[in-house]
T-cell receptor, first 118, second 114 residues
Framework: GAVVSQHPSRVICKSGTSVKIECRSL??????MFWYRQFPKQSLMLMAT?????????EQGVEKDKFLINHASLTLSTLTVTSAHPEDSSFYIC??????????????FGPGTRLTVL | AQSVSQHNHHVILSEAASLELGCNYS??????LFWYVQYPGQHLQLLLK??????LVKGIKGFEAEFIKSKFSFNLRKPSVQWSDTAEYFC????????????FGKGTTLSVSS
């Protein structure tokens, strides 16, 4: 199947700093990628849809100025958590739908990035 | 709006017991349905998916799920669980349009004792 990578896998930062998380589709192109957040013992919640060549679409309650998304190319989307605070500590997961045929409706998930804000 | 409900928050079973995890969704249109598993410390892994056709879907590791359209359900089953099945299980749904996001249920924690 298609592979999605994320970098870094873990990051610890001080409160007030910004953190960038990369999501790459390794063997396919993705005009759309999704960013999810998962708090401990909870489900994945969709944060935003990243669109190559246009602005991201944010879910209700997600601050677009705090979670900056840039879909730089057909294989790369970045999520920047600006002025991070301890409540932003979470597991951030990206996914991308693979193009072509029946797999177009299947999404492939990255391994996630554990963000800890001190 | 779409939503997914997983009835069981935490299921505890002994090895060789049978498993059924409930999943119901709300959406009026055509849907694609998924079950994902997340082992401790690992990322999401697709167990099985339903797009169309035979409503009984077989996935990896001996799991299967049945789509019952009239009940808006997609329950996950396994005849005999193993200790290694201990994990978090998520049901997810998306509408049948390309490029739309998955909506996840809250997950069910399965603990299997040997």
């Amino acid at each position: 199947g298609a592979v999605v990578s994320q970098h870094p896998s873990r990051v610890i930062c001080k409160s007030g700093t910004s953190v960038k998380i990369e999501c790459r589709s390794l063997d396919f192109q993705a005009t759309t990628m999704f960013w999810y957040r998962q708090f401990p013992k909870q489900s994945l919640m969709l944060m935003a849809t990243s669109n190559e060549g246009s602005k991201a679409t944010y879910e209700q309650g997600v601050e677009k100025d705090k979670f900056l998304i840039n879909h730089a190319s057909l294989t790369l989307s970045t999520l920047t958590v600006t002025s991070a605070h301890p409540e932003d500590s979470s597991f951030y997961i990206c996914s991308a739908p693979s193009g072509g045929g029946l797999t177009y409706n299947e999404q492939f998930f990255g391994p996630g990035t554990r963000l800890t804000v001190l | 709006a779409q939503s997914v409900s997983q009835h069981n928050h935490h299921v505890i079973l002994s090895e060789a017991a049978s498993l059924e995890l409930g999943c119901n969704y709300s959406y009026g249109g055509t849907v694609n349905l998924f079950w994902y598993v997340q082992y401790p410390g690992q990322h999401l892994q697709l167990l099985l998916k339903y797009f169309s056709g035979d409503p009984l879907v077989k996935g990896i590791k001996g799991f299967e799920a049945e789509f019952i359209k009239s009940k808006f359900s997609f329950n996950l089953r396994k005849p005999s669980v193993q200790w290694s099945d201990t994990a978090e299980y998520f049901c997810a749904v998306k509408n049948n349009q390309a490029g739309t996001a998955l909506i996840f249920g809250k997950g069910t924690t399965l603990s299997v004792s040997s």
